[in-house]
């Protein structure tokens, strides 16, 4: 019960208008700090929620059907064009406030639910997507978000990396923790 209130704290924090702003002001804080926060966020209300308000495990009981809709919304957010469109038009910020969290409560019921050879392909997959969106972000010759500067740009492509490496690391201490 008390990560529910943790992460309920952290989203109504990153909620609040003077730090959505700053946030959003600097493409690598909005993409990697309060979409990453809201993402902890949802993990950590995710257990609740999951048991006790909406009984979500039990159309979820092989974890696949909740990573089909993380797969979609996680792509979809990394996509430049939504974050564009999260700073101009209300609605979908609001999606976002309302979907990263929801990512996280479903990674969270899911990936409890899966054996470590599944696990060790969503990961991988993870990764590779942070990889090539790494790639991406940092030779493209042009900006890619049109409310961002293309030195921001940069820096969420190095960010990419260092998430990319980050989920092998991850991979590796599960490897060796399951033997």
């Not at 902890?40 to 009984?55: D, E, H, P, R, S």
């Not at 991406?136 to 042009?142: A, D, G, Q, V």
């Amino acid at each position: 019960m008390r990560q529910f209130y943790y992460g309920l704290a952290l989203f109504i924090f990153l909620a609040l208008p003077p730090i959505r702003t700053l946030f959003e002001s600097i493409m690598v804080m909005h993409m990697h700090m309060q979409m990453m926060l809201l993402f902890i966020a949802g993990w950590l209300m995710g257990k609740f929620v999951n048991q006790k308000l909406i009984k979500a495990h039990r159309y979820n009981t092989t974890g696949m059907p909740g990573l089909i809709i993380f797969i979609f919304l996680f792509i979809y957010w990394m996509l430049p064009r939504a974050m564009d469109e999260a700073l101009e038009y209300p609605l979908v910020e609001a999606f976002k406030f309302v979907s990263i969290p929801l990512i996280g409560m479903l990674f969270r019921d899911s990936m409890a639910k899966l054996n470590h050879n599944k696990k060790f392909i969503i990961y991988t997959c993870i990764a590779i997507t942070f990889s090539i969106l790494a790639y991406f972000y940092i030779f493209s010759e042009t900006t890619l978000c049109n409310n961002y500067l293309e030195s921001d740009q940069l820096a969420v492509g190095y960010g990419f990396i260092f998430i990319a490496i980050s989920v092998v690391l991850l991979m590796f201490i599960q490897i060796k923790d399951s033997k």
